[in-house]
């Protein structure tokens, strides 16, 4: 991925671009005040005058803390400022900004809430390495308690910008302002809510530090995958679009013609359904344009294979609707090691991983091409039993260390999707309304992924410009939201992106 302005910088990274700034010539005093003042001036534009008590902690982040005391004393606010540590500890940029506070500064208590009227956090950013404990605990605890709102610098203190987990104490703030680039933190539940708004500030780090970093996390952005975004063709043909072959199950038909449609709206040539003879019917009169194919009498285990024997079929969606009663778990897992086996690109959601929660090795060891894992919770949680939430590790960590074990893209659904490559690269969504948390609206995902995997995007970036486009949709149609909506709504979407495209 090349780095742009939608990459997301994890706390170690960040201060390699601290430093990589100053041996470019930025000198570190200058990047300290420029932070300051940005959140100064954040906080200007945001509150009325007050007093205002600001929380300086040891490192850098209470460096910017005394420049932000030092700047609103100087607009006339009347300013508290509640430090930690020791001056002579400190960086020298943090020392000479420490030395031009006009006021003076007492230790740390929650005694000096009294009065204030707004609190700013630059106890911890980057550099927090530990759980918050002792005083620092005390002080967060009460100001949660006191209800006042927060201001915090680079991240509320205790939360690990990497993971977006709290780590002991977070007093949630109203207003995040960071710096240069966002970090995953900031994005991952339960960060994103903790951060309030976030506002991001230049404060003079060349671009040119990113070359020297690996970043491989990135915010999921149209800049990402628009140049791979596959528009229709002028002198195209239906059969350059790719044609999708879906699996339908017998009792729940409704899931996999979600999933069909969507492949539809989102641009594939061709779609079919491949399903049980005596569903048939239903599946027929209710899909025009997508071709429904019944799997013969008997409904072998085998029977799917016959028709994946037909090469015109370059994309596979199996699971929604697949069903796990009786035999259809094993012709699910059938259809499935089937399709992995000829190497097809293929799109496992729903009853197709949970098929496998027994024996998910036999999964992930039958994955050799090109292949989409969309999880929820519950799904990876049977997959992947040593990664799951209890693990205590996070969200990031989870879908990366999974998508290296089986060698597919891992699309670990919420509100914070995460889409992450067997290659380490991870794409964090952040576009989903809370109404897309409604029943279908899985489906809908599987098939606008099986929609642009078969016009030719790659599994990685087809999984990203599908959950953001999911979101999108999403967000136009807003409450009352429900998963048949979705599709439909797309090609209002689609226009849109074509015209910031051209
Ligand atoms: N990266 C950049 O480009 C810039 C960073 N700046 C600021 O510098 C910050 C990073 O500074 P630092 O690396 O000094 O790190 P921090 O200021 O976040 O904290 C480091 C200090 O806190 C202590 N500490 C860590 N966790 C603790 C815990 N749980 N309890 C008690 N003490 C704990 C450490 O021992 C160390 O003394 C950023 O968050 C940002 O606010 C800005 O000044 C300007 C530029
Ligand atoms: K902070």
């Given at each position: 991925m090349t780095p742009n302005q939608h990459a997301l910088l994890t706390p170690q990274q960040m201060t390699q671009a601290d430093?990589?700034?100053?041996?470019?010539g930025v000198p570190a005093f200058r990047l300290m005040a420029a932070a300051g003042n940005a959140v100064a001036e954040a906080i200007r534009a945001r509150w009325s005058k007050r007093p205002v008590l600001v929380m300086a902690g040891p490192g850098n982040n209470g460096g910017d803390g005394f420049v932000i005391a030092e700047q609103l004393r100087q607009h006339g606010w009347p300013v508290t400022l509640a430090f930690m540590g020791q001056i002579d500890r400190m960086?020298?940029?943090a020392q000479a900004h420490a030395k031009a506070w006009q006021g003076e500064w007492q230790s740390l208590s929650p005694m000096q809430l009294e009065g204030a009227e707004l609190v700013v956090d630059a106890l911890f950013g980057a550099g927090l390495s530990r759980l918050i404990?002792?005083?620092?605990?005390?002080?967060?605890?009460?100001?949660?308690?006191?209800?006042l709102p927060?201001?915090?610098?680079?991240?509320p203190s205790g939360l690990d910008g990497t993971t977006g987990q709290a780590?002991?104490?977070?007093?949630?703030?109203?207003?995040?302002?960071?710096?240069?680039?966002?970090?995953?933190?900031?994005?991952?539940?339960?960060?994103?809510?903790?951060?309030?708004?976030l506002l991001l500030c230049d404060i003079g780090i060349p671009e040119s530090v990113l070359k020297g970093l690996a970043i491989n996390i990135m915010e999921n952005q149209v800049d990402l995958w628009r140049q791979d975004y596959p528009w229709p063709q002028q002198n195209g043909h239906k059969?350059?679009?790719?044609?999708?072959?879906?699996?339908?199950?017998?009792?729940?038909?409704?899931?996999?013609?979600?999933?069909?449609?969507?492949?539809?709206?989102?641009?594939?040539?061709?779609?079919?359904?491949?399903?049980?003879?005596?569903?048939?019917?239903?599946?027929?009169?209710?899909?025009?344009?997508?071709?429904?194919?019944?799997?013969?009498?008997?409904q072998s285990e085998q029977a799917f294979h016959q028709v994946l024997n037909d090469s015109r079929f370059n994309v596979v969606v199996i699971g929604p609707g697949a069903g796990l009663d009786g035999k259809d778990k094993d012709r699910v897992k059938q259809a499935v090691l089937g399709t992995l086996k000829c190497g097809r690109a293929c799109v496992l959601d729903a009853d197709a991983l949970t098929a496998f929660s027994e024996q998910p090795e036999v999964l992930f060891s039958a994955i050799h091409g090109p292949c989409v894992l969309t999880p929820h919770e519950g799904?990876?949680?049977?997959?992947?039993?040593?990664?799951?939430?209890?693990?205590?590790?996070d969200k990031l960590s989870r879908a990366k260390q999974a998508a290296h074990e089986t060698g597919a893209v891992v699309l670990l659904k919420g509100a914070d999707t995460i889409i992450a490559s067997p290659d380490g690269r991870a794409i964090i969504n952040t576009?989903?309304?809370?109404?897309?948390?409604?029943?279908?609206?899985?489906?809908?995902?599987?098939?606008?992924?099986?929609?642009?995997?078969?016009?030719?995007?790659?599994?990685?970036?087809?999984?990203?410009?599908?959950?953001?486009?999911?979101?999108?949709v999403a967000n136009e149609i807003g409450v009352g939201l429900i998963a048949e909506d979705l599709a439909d709504a797309l090609p209002n979407v689609l226009q849109r992106l074509k015209a910031y495209q051209d």
């Open positions: 430093q990589a700034a100053v041996v470019a960086s020298e940029e404990e002792g005083v620092a605990y005390e002080m967060l605890e009460a100001v949660v308690q006191s209800g927060v201001c915090a610098v680079d991240v780590l002991g104490m977070v007093a949630k703030a109203e207003l995040t302002v960071t710096f240069f680039r966002k970090k995953p933190g900031h994005l991952i539940w339960p960060g994103r809510f903790l951060c309030g708004d059969f350059h679009r790719g044609h999708v072959l879906i699996y339908g199950g017998q009792w729940i038909t409704g899931a996999s013609r979600l999933s069909a449609r969507a492949s539809q709206r989102v641009g594939a040539g061709l779609v079919s359904l491949a399903v049980p003879e005596i569903s048939w019917p239903i599946y027929a009169a209710s899909m025009l344009s997508v071709m429904v194919k019944p799997l013969g009498k008997n799904e990876f949680a049977r997959l992947f039993p040593h990664l799951s939430e209890p693990s205590g590790k576009n989903a309304p809370a109404e897309l948390a409604t029943g279908g609206a899985g489906d809908v995902l599987a098939g606008f992924i099986a929609g642009l995997l078969a016009q030719g995007m790659t599994p990685f970036y087809a999984a990203a410009a599908a959950a953001w486009l999911h979101g999108e």
